[in-house]
């Protein structure tokens, strides 16, 4: 088991009780936003757009606010221009970090990470200076009450999904981007109730986190970059023991 994975599990279980919450709520309808602009408002025909419905709904955004956002984006009415850009480099201990933002001003944001990462030990990188440590995979969450093992092992294996981690509470299926949207689709269809689905840079190689205190400087290192009003998603290679896990939660 994966104490990294854990680690995101336990953070998506807690997200909707979140203090932030609003702050989630932003960054979900800006990715329906920018999805719809850049391939239509016709979910069936734009793949960003269907999984940015998907997590938007997991995270129990209502109809209505979805939809306004879907309508804004296709029809350019909001007068601002987002881009993607992608920043890496390393924190504390050695931690590599890919980082992927939304954002309207590309000075602002590089400033306000380059501020980050040099505030807790770390530093920017060159492009591809960590990305190619990680693979990108899509994931999706199935809470243990939902299915047994040997059903779900069943299902993914015939829809086309690489490999499953039981997560302790819920379990984590991996599959090729190219046969994501195939295997969520086939499970729902079977009736089984999906918690989360993202695409995710996955690491190859981890960097283990040997005690609580370093455990607490690299989650509170993520924790801010998260804060960034522009970033959309955080990937890291740590691994903590699971009982520094269970410490910290």
């Known amino acids: ?8 599990s336990i953070k998506h279980r807690k997200a909707a009780q979140d203090a932030r919450r609003g702050k989630l709520f932003t960054k979900l309808i800006r990715e329906i936003t920018v999805a719809a602009r850049q391939g239509g408002a016709d979910a069936d025909a734009n793949p960003r ?7 938007a ?19 350019g009415t909001d007068g601002v221009h987002y881009e993607e850009v992608i920043y890496e480099g390393y924190g504390p201990h050695r931690v590599a970090v890919v980082v992927e933002a939304l954002t309207d001003n590309r000075k602002r944001t590089a400033a306000s990470l380059r501020h980050a990462f040099n505030r807790h030990h770390g530093g920017l990188g060159a ?31 015939k829809a086309g999904a690489e490999d499953l981690e039981d997560l302790g509470e819920a379990y ?13 689709k086939f499970l729902e269809e079977k009736g089984v109730r999906i918690e989360a689905a993202e695409l995710q840079r996955l690491p190859q190689n981890r960097v283990s986190i040997e005690s609580k205190e370093e455990a607490e400087r690299v989650l509170t290192f993520l924790e801010a970059l998260e804060e960034d009003d522009d970033v959309q998603k955080v990937f890291s290679n740590f691994e903590i023991d699971e009982a520094i896990i269970a410490d910290l939660a």
């Open 1 to 8: 088991m994966s104490g990294h994975s854990k680690w995101n």
């Open 49 to 55: 757009l269907r999984l940015a419905v998907v997590q």
């Open 57 to 75: 709904r997991s995270h129990n955004i209502p109809g209505e606010t979805i939809q306004r956002a879907i309508t804004k984006g296709a029809g």
């Open 127 to 157: 492009t591809n200076s960590v990305q190619y440590m990680f693979e990108r995979k899509g994931t999706l969450t199935v809470a243990h009450h939902a299915i047994d093992e040997d059903t779900l092992t069943e299902y993914i294996l």
């Open 172 to 184: 984590l299926v991996i599959t090729p981007v190219t046969r994501f949207d195939a295997v969520r």
